[in-house]
Each structure stands twice: as structure tokens, then as C-alpha cells.
């Protein structure tokens, strides 16, 4: 940890990279950013087709608020719905929010392993990310997150190399793996 947060400093002009004092230092200035922090997101997880037709008022509402990130589930209902709610007559009383956009990479049967690997990451996770994009009308999320679905404790390295691929090209900002 020590050595990530002295790289850090060096990089923005901080402390010597031997100094462990300038490492504290850093480390004690991540942390107090983080308790001064406030940033507001909604989840969209209960929107279904039974519960709701049309974006929750409370969107709108919120939205006018402040909430500054929306988290949805690629290819869910509720990605539906915020196609659209984010079309220029809905949206021109507030700013867009930011995405945290959750996928599971498509299942390869096994096949990943055996073909060509920069088709078998667009298959998996960069075309179900950039479709989910396209429906949100953005250019990049703030967070994508991997999500396993059933038992599975960890994806096949090609899974990791795609979201990698991903940041790289600017997809998105942040990466989380959830199992």
C-alpha cells in the first residue's frame, strides 16, 4: 500500500519516495477526502415491469436533487426505462447523471479458452457495455461492474483482460468485481 501511495505522490509532485512520512501524509489526505465526501446515487434494481411502466417520479425528483450517479443492471427493464427517460424532452430540466453500469460477461461454454482472444473479450464484455452505452445515450460510465451469476467465485483471465481493454479505451472510469 505504502509504495502505491508514495508512486502516487511522485507522480504529483509530492514527497521523496523514500519518505514514509510523505506516504502518511497521502494516506491521511485520501482518507480525510473520503469522510468529506458526499456523493448521492440511486439504484434502479426495483424497477420491473409489474411495479412500475415508466420511470419512478421519484427519478425525476431526485435527479433534480442532485443524485449524481445511477446504478442499473446491463440489458435490464429498468436500462429501458432510462433509454427513455434521457431523451432530450425528458431530461432538459436536469443534468445527466453518471452510470454505474453492472454486467455479467456472456458465457463463451467454455469456448473462450480456445478462441482467438480480442473476439472472445468483445463478445463477453465490450459489446454487452457498449450496447448498454448506446441505450443510455453516453459515451463512457463512471463504473463497471463485473457481476458473477451463481457459484462462480472468479472469471477466466480473458473476462479481467476485456474490462482492462475496456478502461483502457475510455469506456469507463472505474472497474468493481463483484462475485
Not at 2 to 8: E, H, N, W, Y
Request: with cysteine; aromatic share 8%; net charge negative.
Amino acid at each position: 500500500w505504502s509504495g502505491r501511495i508514495v508512486a502516487a505522490e511522485a507522480e504529483t509532485g509530492g514527497a521523496d519516495n523514500n519518505s514514509k512520512e510523505g506516504a502518511a501524509s497521502l494516506l491521511e489526505q485520501f482518507l480525510q477526502q473520503s469522510r468529506t465526501s458526499a456523493h448521492v446515487g440511486i439504484a434502479t434494481s426495483d424497477w420491473s415491469p409489474e411495479w412500475c411502466d415508466d420511470v419512478p417520479d421519484g427519478y425525476f425528483a431526485a435527479l433534480e436533487e442532485g443524485v449524481e450517479m445511477v446504478d442499473v443492471v446491463a440489458g435490464s427493464y429498468a436500462m429501458k426505462l432510462l433509454a427513455d427517460a434521457s431523451s432530450p424532452s425528458r431530461s432538459s430540466s436536469f443534468s445527466s447523471p453518471s452510470y454505474s453500469v453492472r454486467l455479467a460477461p456472456r458465457t463463451t461454454l467454455g469456448l473462450g479458452y480456445m478462441l482467438s482472444g480480442p473476439a472472445v473479450r468483445k463478445w463477453a464484455v465490450i459489446d454487452p457495455l457498449e450496447a448498454a452505452m448506446k441505450q443510455l445515450g453516453v459515451e463512457m460510465v463512471e463504473v463497471l461492474t463485473l457481476e458473477g451469476k451463481g457459484r462462480h467465485l472468479r472469471f477466466p483471465s480473458w473476462v479481467y483482460d476485456a474490462v482492462v481493454e475496456a478502461y483502457q479505451e475510455g469506456l469507463c472510469n472505474k472497474i468493481f468485481v463483484r462475485h
